[in-house]
């Protein structure tokens, strides 16, 4: 059985065959059951929904209607046994049919699937094929249906959109143009429609016509509208102007057969494709990586210079995702300011410092290491400062801020670091950077409790994602609201334990394509551990959590949970001091919990003093990822035990 309500409501048996569902009436009642995705609909819903001013006999009706479907739906069902599709729940009736069935469903996870890793788009080209039509067609004009109408169709061109964009991240998209071109026509409201159209003819070879399209788009929204073109729009025009634009998607370093892409170019393409995530990402480090080693073998150090610095993707986590490219990266940043000497260009030494702190994340450094990083991040800043460059200058900020993490309770440092970026980002038009500051803001705001800030800084990160491409986004901000459901689990009349760990769940689900390894390892068993504490149950045991990084920290009390009291104290002996990173104040709260638990008062006093500057935050909620609630209760009990020694 499968029922279609893209277009005119049908259902369909296994082999193809129409189902003859009965009049107007009856299509209708199945259309709202659709609707209400598999939840129950009351009676008294129903009756309202099809009648505006019902009459007496209408749930009468309504259940001859229900019943009349019933039949058509399953004709070889017994009389006596109870109906499988179209089932009496409560006060009312809800229909049971898997998602893959009903062809909005498809939609609906498909489009969702995209948005979190967009090598599935081809699942949302066939889902966008499955429309034969306006929603729900040939359903009378009920207020329910227009609105079903008007949400989908708002959810179909968001789909059109989103696969055009995906595919013209990947390089792919010339043949978009016709299909573009006519949804321009038929949405020319839509002003991210004409920028996907620009791309697309650009795509394609025919740059006089992307322009002339973005001047279509200019004319069009200033003169019915009043409005300037944004500033994806005006981006792009320059881009192309310019030629900075980017040129089609080909394996690094070639642009056709026997013609080798300089090493400014690629890392040019390589900056691009960062902001897409997923395999993008990946492949945007790895090209980036091989166009530093190509421009060192050129012996031009000025050019390798700026080939360095020409990669300033902001950076939001403090773990790098390949240690050992961001070691190399850096190696070759520090090899080429000694080349230059003290008389290099201040431009080409702000670059080369922004990328040594930005590149020398905390975790798992020497602390010589640490050191160097913290010293670049302060002299970019200043030069960036002197030469009055604000794309420079936020740029080294992004290193001010991944070198702000030298001990736990700096989230108000953090949050006045980010501050400065979203201000410098917003005066002077840098939107990738204004992304950055808003998620930096929104991790501090996350850190000390405030919500509500938090939560605002990630709608407007969200906002400015659309505009700037940065699908990642919402994979954080997703994260950042399962943080907030946790912490709400825990009080009187908040949601249960069990929905903040489904929301975690749907987090991890989407995390997990983002391309971002050194974010997602441990991640979820840690946001899992930190719900448990929250309600004080034991820590999970489940044996294929991977812990990732968080392993020794997370042990002693996994080892509790399992009745293990002196593996757990062997195992809290051996863990170290946590990296100075975004979950340093998480792996000491877990430390100071284990140490309680064990009566270690020495650990817990260790313990303690570190966890004293941070008194006033959350322990993890500084990731704005998860929240194992706040610092002050681990510092209680930590200062209680050690009081005892």
């Known amino acids: 059985m499968r029922i279609d309500v893209l277009g005119a409501v049908r259902a369909l048996r296994d082999d193809g065959s129409p189902v003859d569902l009965g009049g107007p009436r009856h299509r209708e009642v199945l259309g709202r059951l659709v609707a209400a995705e598999g939840r129950m609909v009351t009676t008294d819903t129903l009756v309202g929904d099809l009648w505006p001013d019902p009459a007496a006999r209408a749930v009468g009706a309504l259940r001859t209607f229900v019943a009349a479907l019933r039949r058509a739906l399953e004709p070889d069902r017994p009389p006596r046994d109870p109906p499988r599709v179209i089932v009496t729940e409560g006060p009312g009736y809800a229909l049971r049919l898997p998602r893959e069935d009903v062809d909005v469903h498809r939609f609906h996870d498909a489009l969702a699937r995209a948005r979190r890793s967009p090598e599935t788009v081809a699942d949302l080209g066939a889902a966008l094929g499955s429309w034969r039509g306006p929603a729900y067609a040939d359903v009378p004009a009920s207020a329910w249906a227009q609105r079903e109408r008007t949400r989908l169709e708002e959810l179909r061109l968001e789909g059109v959109e989103l696969r055009a964009r995906i595919l013209l991240d990947a390089g792919q998209g010339a043949d978009l143009v016709a299909e573009l071109g006519a949804h321009v026509a038929e949405h020319p409201w839509r002003e991210p429609a004409w920028g996907l159209l620009a791309r697309a003819l650009h795509r394609a070879g025919r740059q ?61 393409l390589a900056r691009t494709l960062a902001l897409a995530g997923g395999d993008a990402l990946v492949h945007s480090r790895r090209d980036r990586l091989a166009a530093v080693e190509a421009a ?12 360095i610095g020409a990669y300033d993707v902001p950076a939001l986590w403090s773990r790098a995702d390949d240690p050992e490219q961001s070691r190399a990266v850096v190696a070759a940043a520090e090899r080429t300011l000694t080349a230059l000497g003290p008389a290099a260009p201040a431009d080409l030494s702000a670059r080369l410092l922004a990328t040594v702190a930005v590149e020398s994340r905390s975790a798992g450094l020497t602390a010589a290491e640490l050191s160097r990083g913290r010293q670049a991040a302060l002299r970019a800043e200043a030069l960036a400062r002197d030469l009055g460059d604000p794309a420079l200058l936020a740029f080294a900020l992004n290193g001010v801020f991944l070198q702000s993490f030298t001990r736990p309770g700096l989230a108000a440092v953090r949050d006045g670091v980010g501050a400065r970026i979203l201000d410098l980002a917003t005066r002077h038009g840098l939107p990738n950077f204004a992304v950055l500051g808003r998620l930096v803001r929104l991790q501090s705001a996350s850190a000390l409790g405030d919500l509500d800030a938090a939560a605002a800084h990630a ?4 906002e400015l994602a659309a505009v700037t491409e940065a699908l990642l986004v919402r994979v954080l901000t997703g994260w950042f609201r399962a943080r907030v459901t946790a912490a709400r689990s825990a009080e009187p009349g908040g949601p249960t334990a069990a929905t903040a760990a489904e929301h975690y769940r749907a987090a991890e689900d989407a995390l997990r394509a983002a391309g971002m390894p050194g974010l997602h390892r441990g991640l979820f068993p840690l946001a899992l551990l930190g719900l448990r504490l929250l309600h004080d149950r034991p820590a999970p045991t489940d044996p294929h959590l991977d812990w990732g990084p968080y392993r020794p920290w997370a042990r002693p009390l996994v080892l509790l949970a399992q009745d293990r009291p002196q593996e757990a104290r062997t195992a809290l002996a ?60 681990y510092l209680a009990e930590a200062e209680a035990c050690a009081a005892r020694a």
């Open 296 to 307: 060192e073998r050129t012996g031009d150090v000025e050019l390798t210079a700026r080939v």
């Open 459 to 462: 709608a407007a990160a969200e």
């Open 574 to 633: 051996a863990a170290p001091e946590p990296p100075r990173d975004h979950m340093q104040e998480a792996l000491w709260s877990l430390t100071a919990r284990a140490a309680v638990r064990l009566s270690e008062p020495a650990v817990a006093a260790r313990a303690a003093a570190r966890l004293r500057p941070a008194r006033a935050e959350h322990a993890g909620a500084g990731s704005g990822l998860l929240t194992l609630g706040p610092v002050a209760r």
């Open 208 to 268: 006089a016509d992307a322009l002339a399209t973005l001047r279509r788009a200019r004319a069009m929204l200033a003169d019915q509208l009043g409005l300037d073109p944004g500033p994806g729009l005006q981006r792009l025009e320059t881009e192309i102007l310019t030629g900075s634009a980017p040129p089609p998607r080909v394996p690094a370093g070639w642009a056709g057969p026997g013609v080798r892409l300089g090493p400014r170019t690629t890392v040019d």
